[in-house]
């Protein structure tokens, strides 16, 4: 019988990648100026429970960009049923990022790391391409 290979992506399996969650110091409440030219995913926790999981992919801003749209004034980061949870509870949540690096490849292997990581994961306040509404 043949030995199944596992999926890889960007050259790594996904329990490789799996092991590379870094916590982010002062979180979702401060912009991390570090992550600014760094993509991958994001990972959200409150009381030990993954809430939400998402990607920092935008190529002017990477993951820095992407956490800071959970508290800047613009409404964009929060149009989607996870970024509006994730603005409300702002101040008990913990942050994890999984870098995939600065270059050019970098965000296209955080995109296709996001559903095998979710599937993983299963958080919380992730629902795949469901927009958030508010009602009244």
């Known amino acids: 019988m043949p030995k199944i290979e596992p999926l890889l992506i960007g050259g790594k399996a996904i329990e490789e990648w799996d092991r590379l969650w870094v916590r982010v110091e002062g979180g979702l409440k401060h912009y ?10 994001y990972r959200i926790s409150q009381n030990g429970q993954i809430m939400a999981l998402g ?47 600065s270059d050019r490849h970098a965000p296209e292997i955080g995109q296709q790391l996001k559903t095998p990581m979710v599937r993983l994961h299963q958080p919380v306040w992730t629902v795949t391409n469901a927009p958030f509404m508010r009602k009244g």
């Open 32 to 41: 991390q100026p570090k992550l600014r030219h760094q993509f991958g995913l």
């Open 55 to 101: 990607t920092g992919t935008d190529k002017d801003g990477g993951l820095a960009k992407r956490l800071s749209d959970f508290h800047r004034p613009s409404p964009s980061g929060r149009n989607y049923h996870a970024g509006a949870l994730i603005n409300e509870n702002l101040d008990s949540l913990k942050v994890e990022v999984l870098i995939t690096g």
